[in-house]
RNA sequence: GGGCGCGUAGCUCAGUUGGUUAGAGCGCCUGCUUCACACGCAGGAGGUCACAGGUUCGAGUCCUGUCGCGCCCACCA
C-alpha cells in the first residue's frame, strides 16, 4: 500500500490568487498538467520556508561559494519578458550551484532609477496640478519616497512567480541607508584621489528633462536635414566668407570665423574683422587646424557656447561665450530679437531673414546626426554648465587590465572586443544630475568664501573660513553611480562585513549587451578601485528577446509579449524551459508564442509520465523505496541502457551548465526525458510492470532513473520538479533522510564508469529492429493494431526472452528467434502476413523512398570505400575516424542490403 | 569613419578542437482516440549549409574576396 501523507502549502498567494494544495493522495495525478494548481504554492513555500538565504556563517575553506546580484530593475518598472529570460537563466545556474552543495546566494533588489522616477511622480503631480517647485525639494522627496513603498515593490511581487530562488532577507534598494553610505564614501574617496572633479564644460543638456546627461544616454540618429551656405561680410570691404552650417540659430553667438592656417583661399583674411549678420557684432577671423578645408566651403563659423568643438576652439583662442539658448531650450536675451523664441523658431525666422538680406547663398539637403535624449527623445542642446565629473582613464586602464588578465571571463567571449572599444574611446563621465530625486551630491559650498568642501557627513563650518553658512550641492548623482557599486554596497561595504567576506567578489554576472557600458563596466572600474578586487569573475552578456520578427518589442509597437500573460497561460515552467531553449550563446533570440505551447507540451509530457509511474506503482504494491545510485539495479537491457543515457546526459548537463550553455542543457534532458526516457524506456517498463516478474528490481531502476531525472530538471523547470518530487517522496516511505526541499538535494553528478559490458550497444540494436518493423508495417499498411508473426534472424547477438518480448510489443510482432554465432553481429527480421507476399503490396512512395535511399546509400558507400582505399587518407586520419568509417561503411551495406531485399519481397 | 555579428529544412534556430547520408522545435503529409499523455503515438516529405576562390586526405566548421541583413561606437561644421 502506499502510504498515504497529507501537507498542506500556505493558501495565500503573492498576486492574490489562493490556491489549495492539499496533497491527501499524493501518487494520483490529475490526467492534465495544471500548473496553475502548485506553481504559486511552491513560490511561496520556498519563501515561507527560508530555504534560499545565503548562510554566510556556514562558509568554511573548504566550501565554495557562488554568489550573484540581480541587475536591478527600475522601482519603476514591471516585468517583462527580458526580466524572465535573465532571471531564469540566473535561476538555473543558481540552483544548480546550491545543488551541487555550494555555499550560495542569489541578492535581490531594486534601483531607484532618478529620471524615470521622478518623472513618474512628477507625472501623478501633473494630473492633480502640482509642479514640483510648489512642493519644495523636501516634500517632493517625501511624495517619491511614499511613491515607492507604495508602488515599489510591483516587480519584487512579479519576481516572486517566476521561481527565482533569491534570498530575499538580503533585498536591498539604491537608497538604503546602507547603500547611501556607500555612495558617500566612494564618491569622497574618488574626491580625494582628484579622480572626481568639478568645472565649467560642454554638456549633453536635455531642455525637457532639465538635467545634463551622459554621452552614453544620448542616442544619434542619421536625420535628413539641411547644410545652409551663409555670407558673412568682411568689415570695411564689399567682399565676403560664406560658412556652411546645420544649426543656423547658433549664428547669433559666434564669436569668430575660422578657417585652416594654410588655406591659401584665406590666407588673406587672417585677424580681420568680420560683421555678423542680423547682430552686425564684430568678429574676428581665427586660423586652426581643426578645420577642414575640404569640407564645405572651408570655412567655419564658431559658437563656442554651443557646440563642443567651438567650445575647445573659443577655449583655445580666447574667444567670449554667448549663450543665446538657455536651458529651456528657448533663445536667451542675448539673442536679441530672437529672444524668448523656441530654438527651431529662431531657426525658421533667421533662415527667413537671411534669405531676405541675400546673405543664405545656398541650402543643400545634408544627413545630420541628432543627439537626442535617450529617454524623452528631445533633441539635445549642448551648454556649458558647472557640472562634476569622473576621470576615467585611470580607471579604465585598470578595469581592461582585469580582463585581459582573465581576472574577469567574458562569455561569449567576443564580446571583450566591444568592451575594449569602448574602454581604450572611454571620456570624462559627467556624474551630476540637476533633478531632486536621487543621492545627493555630499558637497557643501560655502557663501562666504565660496569654497566648496566634500565630505562623507555635512560639515558644521567651512574649513576655509570657518563660515557656518553652508549649503549643499543640489545636485544628485547619476543613477548609474550607485549601480556601479551595486555588488559590494549591497554586502555591506565599506564595512568589513561577514557578508563582503564571504560573498565578494561574485562567482557570475548575468546582464545584456545593452548596459554594457551604462552599468557592466562602470561596475568593474568601481569595484576594482573601492574594493581592490574585481566585483565578478565571470559575466555572461546575453541577447535580447524580441518578437516572432525579430523587432523590438515597445509599447508604441503594441509586440509586447507580456511575461505575467504567459505564465498564467502557459505556467512559469513551461516559459523557463521555452525561452531557455531558445538562450543561444548571446545571440538574440526571436521568441514566438509555440514556443511556450511546446514547453507546456513538454511538462505535461513529465507530468504523465510520472502518472504511469504513480499508478503502476500502486498496482504493482510499491510502497517503500529509497534513492539508489548511478549502477543498474537490474540486469535488464533497457535498465543498462537507460543508465547510460542518464549518465551522458549528466555529464553533458553539468558540462554546459559549467560554461553558460543552457539551451545546450536543456535540450539535452528535453531529448532524455522525452525521447529516451519515455519513448523507449517506459514504453517497455509498462511490458514489465504488466508481467509482474522481477519486480522490485525493476522498480528500483525506474524509480532511480525517475528521481535524478527530476533533480537535473529541477534547475529548469522548479515548479514541476518540485511538485512531482514532493509527491513521490511524500507518496513512498523512508522520505526522513530526504531533504526538505528537492532544491536541496543533490544534482546527479558524472557516476563512476557505467556497464563495463557491450549491452547498451545490443539495446542500439534493439531499437533498429523495432523501427525497422514499424517502417516495414508502415510501407505495407498494416493495421496498426494487428499482431503479425515474424522471424528475427540474429548472428553475433542473441536476445533473452524478456529482450524479444519488448521487441514484440513495441512492434506488435510474435517474433521466432533465430540464431547463429558469429563475430559480427548482424540481424534480419522477416514479417509473415499475406499483404507482404502479394504483388504490389508495397506502397508506390515507400518504394520511391527506398529507390532515393538506396541512390543515397551507394553514394555514401563508393565514398567511404575511396577513402579507405586512398593510402594518403589512411596515413593521414586518426585511426578513430578510419574505424568510425568502416563502422559506417557497414551499416550502408547492411542497410542497402535491406533496402534491396524489401523492394524484391514487394515485386 | 571605425568595430562586431549574422546568412544552415517553409519559419525560428542548434551544430563542441575540421572527420564525410547535416540536426531540433514549430509547421506540413499519412495512419492511429493503444488501459500515462491527441499538450499524444507511429511513419514520412523537406537542405548543392548566401556566392566565388583557397588551405586540407577531408570544409557547414579554417583563410580571402563578393553580395545581402543587423547591431555598436564616433564632435567633421
Redesign the pocket.
Known sequence: MLRQETYRGSTAFLAGAVSDVTLKFPMQLE???EPQRFEPHWAQWWIESSIYHGNASAAGAEKRVFSIVIPPPNVTGSLHIGHLFEHTMMDAAVRWHRMKGELTLWLPGTDHAGIATQMVVERQLAAAGITRQQLGRSEFERRVWQWKEEYGGRINTQIRREGASVDWSRERFTMDPGLSRAVREAFVRLWDKGLIYRGEYMVNWCPQCQTAIS??ETI?EATEGHLWHVRYPITGTSQFITV????PETMLGDTAIAVHPDDARYRHLHGKSITLPLLGREIPVIADSI???T??T?A??VTPAH???DFELGKRHNLPFIKVIGEDGRMTAAAGPYAALDRFEARKRIIAALEESGELVKTEPYT??LSKCDRSKTIIEPLVSTQWFMRMKPLAAKAMDAVRSGRIRFVPN?RE??FF??ME?IRDWCISRQLWWGHRIPAWHCKNCSRTTVARKAPATCPNCHSTELEQESDVLDTWFSSGLWPFSTLGWPDDTLDLRTFYPTSLLITGFDIL?FWLSRMIMLGIEMTGDVPFREVHIHGLVRDAD?QKMSKTRGNVIDPLIIMDRYGTDACRIALLL?A??G????LKE??ME?G??F???LW??S??IF?NMERSGIAAWAPGNSQAPSDSLEDIWIFDRLARATSTVNRALGIHRY??AA?VLWDFI?HDF??WY??IK?LRFRENSGLDAHWQATLTVYEKALRLLHPFMPFVTEELWQRLIHGTTANDSQPKSISLAAYPSVPEPHDPTDRVNHFAVLQKIV?DA??LR?DHKLD?KLVVNATLKTIGLAFADDELAAIGALAKLRIEQLHEKSDAVEFSLQIHTPQFSQNGALSTEARE?LKK?NA??ER?IA??ER?LN?P??LS???SK?ID??RE?LAG?RA?LEKNRRQLADGE
Open positions: 490526467k492534465v498538467y554621452d552614453l544619434h556652411a552650417t546645420t544649426r578645420v577642414d578645408p569640407f564645405g572651408g567655419v563659423k557646440d563642443p568643438n545630420v546626426s567576443d572586443a566591444l572599444q569602448w574611446n557600458f525579430k531558445s543561444a550563446a545571440s538574440d533570440i526571436a509555440d514556443r511546446s507546456r507540451a511538462a505535461n509530457k504523465n509520465a502518472r504511469l499508478m539551451h545546450e535540450q522525452w519515455c519513448d517506459l514504453e509498462k523501427t514499424r517502417e508502415a496498426p523512398r535511399d543515397g546509400l555514401a565514398n567511404s577513402q586512398d594518403i587518407f593521414k586520419a586518426p575516424v568510425s568509417i559506417k550502408y542497410q
